[in-house]
């Protein structure tokens, strides 16, 4: 049975900072991998898919790399701002069809 | 645009009652997805669609159902509301397994 894990659970960090955010699976079985963002009493917002087949993705301030084999994936948030403060996600889509997610990093970046 | 939308956004029903939450999507995708999120838990899934006419369980679907008609809609109806079915529940889409999913903006139920 495919299980995310993403850790820590909580990060507070001043503004400015670089910051990694861990997720880790145990089934290397995987299609890709996606980052999310949510707000508070919101909805889930794409930030990165990364497919099986590659190593890492880009957008912006975000980087997001993937190690298959070893069951590990990393959010990099570079030059962080109050703005990102949200809950951040990874999500695994498993060969069986399904996409597992991790239970989250709550970040929070102070002015 | 395209997207993503749930109805009702909050929803109040009494124990036993039956209830759907319907979950709309523009894009033409061709799997739909509901989950369920609450503390401690995280997002659970509860069914997943690949197309017309098909329907899978997930890890909790006890006491919830779903059917697809269409591309576009895929209804979670819970069959008898239960106080522990009070959750904040997502639907998502997304063209095929290789490519992003997408979620709605959520349906908070509470069963009173």
């Known amino acids: 049975k495919q299980e995310v894990t993403q850790i820590p659970a909580a990060l507070s960090v001043p503004e400015g900072e670089n910051l990694v955010l861990n997720c880790s699976f145990t089934d290397s079985a995987i299609y890709n991998l996606q980052w999310f963002r949510q707000d508070p009493g919101k909805g889930l917002t794409s930030l990165l898919l990364i497919q099986s087949s590659q190593r890492e993705q880009t957008s912006g301030r975000l980087n997001a790399s993937l190690d298959k084999s070893s069951g590990r994936s990393t959010l990099y948030i570079a030059a962080s701002q109050p703005g990102d403060s949200a809950t951040y996600l990874c999500?695994?889509?498993?060969?069986?069809?399904?996409?597992?997610f991790g239970q989250g990093t709550e970040l929070s970046v102070k002015p | 645009d395209a997207e993503i939308t749930q109805s009702p956004r909050h929803k109040i029903t009494e124990t036993g009652r039956q209830v759907t939450l319907a979950c709309h999507q523009t894009?033409?995708?061709?799997?739909m997805f509901w989950y369920r999120q609450d503390l401690g838990h995280g997002l659970r899934l509860i069914h997943y669609s690949y197309g017309v006419q098909d329907t899978n369980k997930g890890e909790v679907s006890d006491g919830y159902s779903v059917s697809r008609s269409n591309t576009e809609d895929l209804p979670l109806t819970l069959e008898s509301a239960a106080s522990s079915q009070t959750s904040v529940y997502f639907c998502?889409?997304?063209?095929?397994?290789?490519?992003?999913?997408?979620f709605g903006q959520g349906t908070r139920l509470t069963v009173v």
């Open positions: 999500a695994v889509m498993a060969i069986q069809g399904k996409l597992i």
């Open positions: 998502a889409s997304r063209v095929t397994l290789n490519t992003e999913a997408f």
């Open positions: 894009w033409n995708h061709n799997n």
